[in-house]
Structures are given as C-alpha cells and as structure tokens.
C-alpha cells in the first residue's frame, strides 16, 4: 500500500493513473457492452453440470439440428371450445408452420371437458427463438375470436417470460444504483460536486467489470449468465462507493493535518489502504468459493461478482485518488478542510453511543445477541420451493397460461418429461413408464438420428413444479434405471428442478464451511490475533441468521410470496458473510490502531468514534443498492435483494455499533491473544513495541483527538 499510495498521490503520477484509466475506458470499452453475447440462461445454465437432467438436455440434440423447447399455446372458452375457436387454432398451426421448418406441429389436442385447445409448437433454441416467440404470441391473439382466453405456455413461454426480464434488468440496475448513490453521496457530504468523484471512479470500475465479464466469458468459457451480470452492477456500485466513502473520510481528515493535499492523499492511502485492501480480499475470496458449488449459476455469480469487487478496488485505490488530488480541496465545498482545523469526533454521537456501551458491556452484548436470536426465530418456519407460477411478481403470459392447461388438461402437459433411452430397450423402457403410479400418458416414441437413441415424452399428472410432480420423477427414475440395459435418464423442467435443489444442498455443506475458514484465516492475519477474528465471525454467522428470519417475516406477512428459492440461504449466507465482516474489518482494524495509541478500553471506544460516521454511511450506501433488487420482477431476486439488504443494516447499526465493541470491552485485553499487542497490553509496555502501526509521524495526534477512517 505504501508503494501503490506513492502513485495517485504524486504530483506527477496522478495524471499518469488517470491517463491510464481512460486510455483503458475507450479502448475496453466497446467490450463492456457484449456481456450479453457471452450470457448462457437455457436451461443447462442453471444445473449442475453431472446432474442427470443436463444429461438429458444433451442427449436430447441426437434427436434434432439444434435444441428444441416446447411452446404450448392454450385456447380456453369456459363456455366450450366453437367451431370458430378450432379454426382459428387451427390457422395459427398453418401460419406457424414456416417459423419452425422441417418441424410437424401436430393438431390442436382437445381437453376432456370440451373447454380448451393445446397446440404445441416445437421452437428451435437458436438465435432467433425470442423472435419466433414474439411472432407466436402476435400470431395467437391476431387470430382469436372475440371472448376466447389465448396464453403461450410450456418450456419455451416461460424462457421467454425470464429472458424479458434478464434483458431489462442490466439497465433497470444501472439506472437505479446510479440514482440511488448520487442522492445518498448529495445527503452524506452536502456537496453538489463532491458526489461525481466517486460516482466517476465507479463508472471506471464497472466498465471494467463488465469488459472482465465478457472476456472470462468469451475466452475463458467462464459461466456467465443474466443474475450474475445484473447483481455485478449492485455490486460494483454498492461495494465501490463503500470503499471511497472510507478512503474520502480518511483524506478530509488528513487535510486538516497537512498543508500539502499530495502528502494527505498518501498518508489517506497508507492508514486507510489496508484495511480496504482486506476488505476486497474478504470478499473476492468468499465469492470465489463459490467456484466450488455444482451448479453453474452459483460459479457464475462466484467469479464474476468476485471479478467486480476487485475492479471497485482498484478503481477507489487508483482513480479516485487521483481525481481528488488533482481537483484540490475545493471539492469539498462548502466544507472545505482546512489545514489546522480541529477534529470533533469525540464530541460525536458515537463517542456517547461508545461511553453508553462501555457502562455495561456484558448487558449490551447479551441484549443484542438476545435480539438478534429472537429475529432468527422467524427462520424456523421457512417455507423452500417457488412454482413457476410463484417465481414472479407479476403474472406473466406463461404463468397464466399454465394455470388455463392445469384447469383443464393433466398438471403435466405443458412440459412433459423425457426419458432417453437406448432404443435397444425401447419398449422395456415404455412398459416400465407407463407402470409409474402419477404418469398420465406415454406419448408417441421419437428416435435419434442414428436411431441409436429414442426419446419418451411422458405426461406427468401433477403441475411440472410441484412436490407431487417431483415424487413421481423420483419414481420414474427408479423405475426406468432398473431396465437393463437401457442407460435411461429422466429430464425435462421437473427433473431439473429437483436437480437443481439437489445440488443446492451439497454445495452448502461443501461452500459454507470453506466460506467460514477463509474468512477466519484473513481476519487472523489481518488483527494478528486469534479470539477477535472468532468473536467477529461468531457475531457474523449471528446476524446472518438474525436478517434471514426477519426477512422470512416479510416475505411471508408483507409481500405474500410463497416462500424462498432453495439457493436463496446459501447464496445469502455467502454476501452477507464476505459483506458484513466489511463492517467489523473496518472497526476493528481502526480499533486496533488505537488500542495501541491508548489503550484497550479507550482504543475499543475512540474506534467507534472514529468510525462510526463513515461506516454507518457506508452500510445505508451498499443495504439501499441491494435493495434496489426488490423492484424486479422475479422473486428470487427480490428475496436476496431484501435478505442482504437487511443483514448490512443489522451489521451496521447492531452488530458493530453495539455487539462487537460490548464483547470487545467485556473480553478486555484478551479480544488480541496471541499476538504482539496482547502481550503489549499484558505487560503494561507500550503498545507500539514491536508493532506494524506506522511511523510515529503518520499516527501521533494529541490524546483524545479521534480520527475517522
């Protein structure tokens, strides 16, 4: 940090990082706005890469050119399907027929009660699959007679439905953190320029995220998909602005200290520098566990979240630096910092809020574990699972055109399952479908091009996302894996489903511990100690389960959604674990710098002072831009937008204003065995002995005088 703080704080250098940044800018740039060329969201993208539903879905292209998915168009007249409603079925199976060539759109099927139509069109996924899914669309509400209920339903009616959203949502995203960092930036400096320097330094950082994003894509074969390049703007901007919140509030300080804004810059970058520095690290490490989970969706997220915390590094260690030193103090007006000017913080709201706490130290901890235990308790009845039809905020075209084919056909005819066998074994493989107790129809056999292979559609009698349906594919695999000979697999969107919870299963067992001791070992070598990198992780893992019963709470009693995405814990625990030690690394880091300036019990309560404005700040900044995820129309989305959203708040305003300084003070010198301050502090020899806190000129300040991060 000494080194990199020598750069943007030179005379000469700043212009050289800035020169370099938008050279970067317009020559990536042009990149930054392909991601969507590189983003996978078939269904594959989702699933584990073993599970047997992909195998499946890969099987499947021996049967055709390309990936095919079922659009199900249902006609629906409560009062009897009429001679008109059959023909204009049946004129939409005409008019369709060129969008799918050298495919056979069989006739509309009738339902039993005489009420509805299905017509199943067999769409390509290829580039053009959204266009022939609009032209569907089009095609079934031109021709339908007055009073006739036309939806588009089935795989491909809702691929469609989530790709609308995924393609609105970069740009709704992009939009709203923007907004939202510039009028809390306008409220936390009361500055109507100050505000653009950081919101510039983040525009660096997620052009170059995105150009990371596309080339990891592209060149790597990384996953990527459309939740994890949308949650990488919410990211960028959220934990970007965190860091040059930090890093502003240790320079105005140090222009109070020094004449020459160059030198405040460089002592801003070296006092502030590491802890930013573990900051990052925590969190791109804890993202990058997630390279180890099964599904893919979650190593997307993993690498490329990872990818945009880093470029938010560089970019406020780098370019905002920079920027502010060539731009003077006059940025800050109208309260400019000026050299000489006294430092008020321990007169602050924080340092009461400190003095309180360290009254009785014992009570305030157990009072806030009692809190946050209590708000955990709505956790207990968590309810796992989304149908389809759940998984939004609205109603789409798919969702209610499955609801019309449960009303009148079997649960399972808009995505029936597929059995993939050998066709050695096909007709073993129909006899032993057909005997699985919850299959509705075996429909007609289709064979591979080498005929090598056939393929078994199988109608399920329940809806394909409910737990009945999911049994029966349950059965079905049995059932079908018993032949041999056969190497049958069972795919289609239930199998999937069930895959996907599967594999979000083992990849909590396997990430979250992993999560748990990288975080450990970069807490340990950042304090040099061992009891307060534990105690931290404790109060962490605490309030994770503390903001997922109060979010559950809300789900459940203020939105009305029908429970949580069986990802939704471990990609929650995951953010909340690398976001909210962010917290409690910048407290205790501080904390720590002055316990050796004055002591424990001074040090614990100047270092709340110190930091509680800027983290406090810092924590409504990154808790508002997730919550910018609850405007979206998918559930899921919404759910981790909330359940971040409100651990950064506990983190933020319970857990480090109140339960980490109270075990701090309640442990006493012990909170930094085994290292070198502890021994420091247990022989009553001064504390900078032996320590890594700096040259004497950076941290000498007159007792008393508390500095803010």
């Known amino acids: 940090m000494k080194r990199l703080a020598t750069l943007p704080g030179g005379r000469r250098a700043k212009w050289f990082v800035l020169a370099a940044w938008l050279i970067l800018a317009m020559a990536l740039g042009p990149l930054a706005g392909k991601v969507a060329d590189v983003e996978d969201n078939d269904a594959n993208a989702y699933l584990p890469g073993n599970a047997e539903a992909a195998v499946v879905n890969d099987r499947l292209e021996e049967f055709h050119t390309d990936e095919v998915l079922p659009a199900v168009v249902v006609y629906v007249r409560d009062g009897g399907i009429t001679a008109a409603d059959r023909d204009a079925a049946e004129a939409d199976r005409k008019e369709l027929a060129p969008l799918v060539p050298d495919r056979a759109i069989d006739a509309p099927a009738a339902s039993e009660d005489g009420k509805a139509l299905l017509l199943t069109v067999p769409v390509p996924y290829s580039e053009e699959f959204s266009e022939v899914l609009k032209k569907t669309r089009e095609v079934a509400d031109a021709n ?36 939202v960092v510039a009028l809390l930036l306008l409220l936390i400096y009361r500055s109507p320029v100050l505000w653009l320097v950081p919101l510039i330094a983040v525009g660096f950082a997620s052009v170059l995220s995105q150009v990371i994003t596309y080339a990891g894509g592209k060149f790597a074969d990384l ?142 901890w157990v009072t ?47 995505a029936p399952a597929d059995v993939i066998a050998k066709a050695s074994a096909e007709q073993q493989v129909v006899d032993a479908v057909g005997a699985v107790s919850g299959v509705a129809e075996v429909q007609q056999v289709k064979y591979s091009r080498d005929r090598g292979l056939v393929q078994v559609p199988v109608v399920l009698a329940d809806d394909p996302d409910t737990p009945a349906a999911e049994r029966t594919v349950n059965r079905l695999r049995d059932a079908v894996h018993r032949v041999e000979g056969a190497d049958a697999k069972v795919g289609g969107a239930t199998a999937s489903a069930l895959d996907t919870q599967r594999a979000v299963s083992r990849d909590s ?27 931290l992780l404790a109060t962490v893992v605490l309030s994770y389960f503390g903001a997922l019963g109060a979010s559950n709470l809300l789900f459940e ?40 300036l004055l002591g424990h019990e001074k040090g614990v309560q100047s270092g709340l002072a110190s930091t509680g404005a800027v983290i406090t700040s810092a924590g409504l900044v990154l808790a ?19 359940l971040v959203g409100l651990g950064v708040l506990l983190d933020t305003f319970l857990v480090r204003t109140v339960l980490v300084p109270a075990l701090s003070l309640d442990i006493g010198k012990r909170m930094w065995w085994p290292g070198a301050l502890h021994r420091a502090l247990r022989d009553n020899a001064p504390p900078l002995s032996g320590e890594s806190q700096g040259s004497v000129a950076e941290n000498s300040h007159p007792q008393g005088e508390n500095i803010s991060l």
Request: glycine residues 10%; charged residues 15%.
């Open 557 to 596: 009693h203020a939105f009305d959604w029908a429970g949580v995405h069986h990802s939704l814990p471990l990609l929650g625990f995951v953010f909340l674990v690398a976001l909210g030690i962010d917290y409690n690394i910048f407290l205790m880091t501080r904390v720590r710098e002055e316990v050796g």
């Open 509 to 535: 067992r396997l990430v979250i511990p992993v999560v748990l001791a990288v975080v450990l070992l970069v807490l340990i070598a950042l304090l040099r100690a061992v009891v307060a990198p534990v105690v």
């Open 144 to 179: 339908a007679p007055a009073d006739l209920q036309v939806k588009v339903a089935g795989p491909a009616g809702a691929l469609q439905d989530t790709i609308d959203v995924f393609d609105e949502l970069d740009g709704t995203l992009l939009i709203g953190s923007a907004i």
């Open 624 to 642: 508002a831009t997730f919550s910018i995820l609850v405007s979206l129309p998918l559930v899921t989305m919404a759910e981790l937008g909330i």
């Open 368 to 414: 806030a574990t009692l809190v946050m235990g209590a708000l955990a308790l709505g956790a207990t009845g968590i309810g796992f699972g989304l149908t389809q039809s759940e998984m939004y905020t609205s109603t789409p075209d798919s969702v209610a055109g499955q609801r019309l084919v449960a009303a009148h056909y079997p649960g399972g005819s808009s």
């Open 223 to 364: 996953p990527v998909d459309g939740q994890s390049s949308g949650l990488l703007t919410v990211l960028v901007f959220g934990v970007g602005t965190d860091y040059a919140l930090l890093l502003i509030a240790r320079y105005r300080e140090e222009l109070t200290r020094h004449e020459d804004r160059h030198a405040a810059m460089q002592i801003a970058l070296r006092r502030s520098g590491p802890a930013i520095l573990a900051s990052a690290g925590t969190i791109v490490i804890g993202l990058l566990c997630l390279l180890l989970a099964d599904l893919n969706s979650s190593q997307s997220l993993g690498w490329v979240g990872a990818a945009g915390v880093l470029c938010g590094f560089l970019a406020m260690v780098t370019v905002l630096p920079a920027l502010l030193v060539i731009l003077g103090r006059w940025i800050f007006w109208p309260f400019v910092p000026k050299f000489g000017q006294s430092q008020r913080a321990e007169h602050g709201g924080w340092a009461r809020i400190g003095a309180a706490v360290a009254k009785r130290p014992r009570l305030s």
